[in-house]
């Protein structure tokens, strides 16, 4: 069967505006590690996905949800000694009072969750998100998202901030802060003079839509202490930071020296098996289940928990958050390095296995080389390396590979990256 | 461990309002077919969860899991045949239109998308629902609950309509439709008059949590027609009904003589993985995602299709409609002779393997016996046989197996009830 035809056919069945990557679709049949091999047997190095968070098709992730699938999977309106202990497990990881889980399936359900607890916390109504944003597909979080087409008007009781990169703003990063921190406090101030107060302020602390920005020196804890002065609370969404991916902890948030109010989890959390949800204080999640009879029906069985247990497991036995740490340091020495020799590049940034390449027509306007930057997808995937790109002027390559990656591929990547900013 | 320690773990790690079966929790260990095994090794008849509709842990849909887990998990933004396969497989059940399908994890997320398109389509904001009505658990669906309690207040773009039961309504069946159509066209105008218009009814056409009630001959044809001529959508909800359940056909809405605009899917769709989607038009779902970037991680990735395709051939294979619907008979005809015998049965009403037995004090006032059915429903626990309970008096126990439920299993069900009826 050709590509072409199973194209058509997915056309059919699922629309023909189902999103699809890659001018030219990829047909994908296995994966390992960190690679996919495609219907003609052609490997491809995986730099892009980190739901495999722990590699594609972890053997131990996968004989943990088939041995926990053969022997019960089901609800938790019953008692599973295996779904407490992976809430233990999970929740540990986390600093006081964070000592509270929900479970849900996706990223969406937990945001969704995080807004609705938010708003009964604090009896307000009021949203801030970043300008560039995407916590999810529901009717609420789609009313908020400022990073994709909707059909959803933009809420009227959300606002969105810029979020300060220093790679982009003037002055130095005190005015920086002082100009970025005072939009928040602009939109909180909006919000309580529309009467709806402030309920949340939902992020990534890691700003991965947004491109990785550098962020000035206490630019989020200045704005965490304005939201929780407004009575609001802070919700962490480690949709796409959490679970080692940072390299020097687990939690992306954790980089920074404050405590979220909700955690969200979603993508790595069970290596591609729908598995997600909030960690948060015991009271909070008390009191939220007094007045609502929150029930998740997949959410939290024994074989979501035994697959997320796995793969909490593997980060600590195989030293995944060492590795993000050493491999991130090595691939962004190399990425400096690519920069000297290719002037597109107008900037590095990262954490861990996560970076994010700005191309740039001109250094020192920073005109965004988008279409450029399309080029260059395509082109590594003609190449066999897959990434993708962020950012609201679509020019920032994204980079994040499953965090099995070692130095051949680090090599590989840079090798290919290379040779294809050098055809441009 | 004892149960009682494992609770308090689950109380401390997961809060002490996550709802929990019965007077006494079960912790359960183990699943096999109609079987549920707890951690004293003890064996109970699942006559509940509709969830595992081909059989707990079955091993055809463990393999199919298993099998496409350690070979490729992804998402739908690559190509990938098996994917397309089983939504061909799948849209191939409804009749036409409903020729597209949208994946999503949950019920509550198709739902929710459910009414982002219905919305999106007919650019009017109302919904009707049922007065005892649970689609999910989002924002925007909690806002139309009327079965669970819940600190998101009614919306005002909602309705909430009571559904006929020809067991409680007086009249001929004729007065009854008209009277309870009139309410719907009535919800219909009061949206019409507050601006919002009516974007969709939102209903499972058995109304399972209504207490599968006694519908007159035309109600739902004539509701729908409503609707439509509105200018709004028909979705129906199939969560519960769908699947095989009702033994007549593969979909609760095939019992009568409509076609939805929009079906939504949800928990037996993947046996208990997290599988969900919804059924529509390839016109409807093509305009929505020209508007909207709609994209849902883990939904419809390989192991999803393959463990849904795995549940469509079981279902074949093991006819386990055609089982639905004989032990279903069966089952029906043993409940009406306990009703004989125990004059609390008021009502036994059901179709196929989805029976609600509606308790009464008195059978000509139809007085509820709430506690009565608390009381019997831990009783059958305490004797190994699992049931629970529904409608908005909490006085109808809601029978609803595994789908290869056979005769002995019906006679030990009833059997069990027989003697915890006697005993009251």
New interface residues.
């Given amino acids: 069967?050709s590509?072409a035809t199973?194209?058509q056919?997915?056309h059919?069945?699922?629309?023909?505006?189902?999103?699809?990557?890659y001018d030219e679709?990829?047909?994908?049949?296995?994966?390992e590690g960190v690679w996919?091999i495609d219907?003609a047997g052609k490997r491809y190095l995986d730099c892009y996905?980190n739901?495999?968070c722990v590699g594609?098709?972890h053997?131990r992730?996968?004989a943990a949800?088939?041995e926990q699938?053969?022997?019960?999977?089901?609800?938790?309106?019953?008692?599973?000694?295996r779904?407490?202990r992976y809430?233990?497990s999970l929740?540990a990881t986390f600093a006081d009072p964070l000592?509270?889980?929900?479970?849900t399936?996706?990223?969406?359900?937990a945001n969704?969750?995080a807004?609705?607890m938010a708003?009964?916390a604090t009896g307000n109504k009021g949203i801030i998100v970043s300008d560039y944003n995407y916590h999810g597909?529901?009717?609420?979080l789609?009313a908020v998202t400022t990073a994709?087409?909707?059909?959803?008007p933009f809420s009227a009781h959300a606002r969105a901030v810029p979020i300060p990169c220093l790679y982009h703003a003037d002055g130095t990063p005190e005015q920086v802060a002082d100009r970025y921190v005072a939009k928040v406090a602009e939109a909180i101030a909006e919000l309580q003079a529309a009467g709806v107060g402030l309920a949340a302020m939902l992020i990534d602390t890691l700003f991965a839509n947004e491109g990785i920005p550098r962020l000035p020196a206490g630019y989020l804890e200045r704005v965490a202490k304005l939201v929780r002065e407004a009575g609001g609370l802070l919700i962490a969404d480690e949709v796409q930071s959490g679970f080692a991916r940072t390299g020097d902890h687990l939690w992306g948030h954790q980089s920074h020296p404050l405590v979220p109010d909700i955690v969200t989890l979603?993508?790595p959390m069970g290596?591609?098996?729908?598995l997600a949800g909030l960690v948060t204080s015991?009271e909070r999640?008390?009191s939220?289940?007094?007045?609502?009879?929150?029930?998740?029906?997949?959410g939290?069985?024994p074989?979501?928990a035994a697959v997320g247990q796995a793969v909490l497991d593997v980060i600590a036995e195989e030293d995944l958050q060492g590795n993000a740490r050493r491999q991130g340091a090595r691939l962004s020495a190399e990425l400096h390095r690519l920069a000297e020799r290719h002037s597109i590049i107008g900037d590095v940034r990262g954490q861990g296995l996560f970076f994010a390449v700005e191309l740039v027509r001109d250094r020192t306007s920073r005109e965004p080389a988008g279409p450029e930057a399309r080029r260059i997808v395509n082109a590594m995937r003609q190449r066999g390396v897959l990434i993708s790109k962020i950012g609201g002027d679509d020019n920032i390559l994204k980079i994040r590979p499953p965090l099995p990656f070692q130095g051949e591929h680090g090599e590989l990547f840079i090798h290919t990256l290379d040779q294809v900013l050098g055809e441009l």
């Fill in positions: 069967m590509e199973l194209l056919r997915r059919q069945v699922m629309g023909d505006a189902s999103p699809l990557f679709p990829l047909e994908l049949v296995q994966g996919l219907a996905n739901v495999p594609h098709c053997p992730v996968v949800m088939a699938a053969a022997t019960l999977n089901i609800h938790t309106r019953y008692l599973n000694e779904v407490v809430a233990e929740t000592d509270s889980l929900m479970f399936c996706t990223g969406s359900e969704e969750l807004l609705r708003r009964f597909n529901t009717t609420t789609a994709l087409p909707s059909s959803e979603g993508k290596n591609g098996f729908p015991r999640v008390e939220f289940g007094r007045a609502n009879l929150y029930f998740n029906t997949f939290g069985s074989v979501a």
